[in-house]
């Protein structure tokens, strides 16, 4: 999956999505490190429990050293696998540089940072009392997502299609990739509404809310912050 072309050749260096992939690799080598009891305090620590996150919002001490407002931050760094970095990191690669170009350095940074924080208050929304960790960069590379549909929906993606065992490739104008997989995160959010499954917060699984809502955020928030502007000729912040 890659974008086939950009319509933007003097896009500036995105330092931002650069240093961003350097310090979720960085962290995650530091939990390669750590032997597993403490690997879990770590995630305990340093992700979002939501019944802690939700005593934290009623003024109940959590008895951390974490103030537990900051895990919506640390968390976003936090990966529970190889398979879970490689492919959060790869869609920052593909899809960062545009929005980063777009928004400007400072600009990007605080956006990616609120999608992150506001994806995951969505997947807490619906598991107020769960005692797992949740953790990653999903939610905020969902907002990276909803703001590139809007500013390039017809930028095509080459995409990898499997037909039995064999592959073949075909060109997707964004809108319809992300779209189908905006409509298919949060059709996976509603069903896990309705029945116990493996997903989610509650069971330690795939947080289907932080992906949707992130979406959302992002394709809302990226406007704001001027991502359907005309670039500017200087070099944006």
Not at 107 to 119: D, E, H, K, P
Not at 132 to 155: D, K, N, T
Request: glycine content about 10%; proline content about 6%; aromatic content about 14%.
């Amino acid at each position: 999956m890659v974008p086939l072309r950009d319509d933007n050749p003097t896009a500036v260096t995105p330092y931002v999505t650069y240093g961003l992939i350097a310090a979720n690799v960085l962290v995650f080598l530091f939990e390669l490190s750590l032997p597993p009891q403490q690997l879990d305090a770590f995630f305990h620590l340093a992700a979002v429990v939501p019944r802690e996150l939700s005593a934290s919002f009623a003024g109940i001490s959590v008895n951390q050293p974490v103030p537990e407002w900051a895990t919506l931050i640390s968390s976003q760094f936090l990966h529970g696998g190889f398979l879970h970095l490689a492919g959060n990191m790869w869609f920052l690669w593909i899809f960062g540089n545009n929005v980063e170009d777009r928004l400007g350095h400072v600009r990007y940074l605080f956006f990616y940072l609120a999608c992150g924080v506001l994806a995951t208050l969505a997947q807490w929304f619906f598991s107020q009392t769960s005692g797992i960790p949740s953790l990653g960069a999903s939610g905020a590379i969902a907002g990276v997502l909803g703001a590139y549909v809007l500013r390039f929906p017809q930028i095509e993606v080459l995409t990898l299609i499997p037909l039995g065992i064999f592959f073949t490739t075909v060109r997707v104008p964004a809108v319809f990739f992300l779209g189908f997989w905006f409509i298919q995160q949060a059709l996976y959010g509603i069903t896990s509404l309705e029945a116990r499954t493996n997903i989610g917060m509650e069971s330690g699984g795939i947080a289907y809310w932080a992906h949707a809502g992130g979406f959302v955020v992002g394709a809302i928030l990226g406007p704001l912050l001027g991502l359907l502007e005309p670039k500017s000729r200087e070099e944006t912040l």
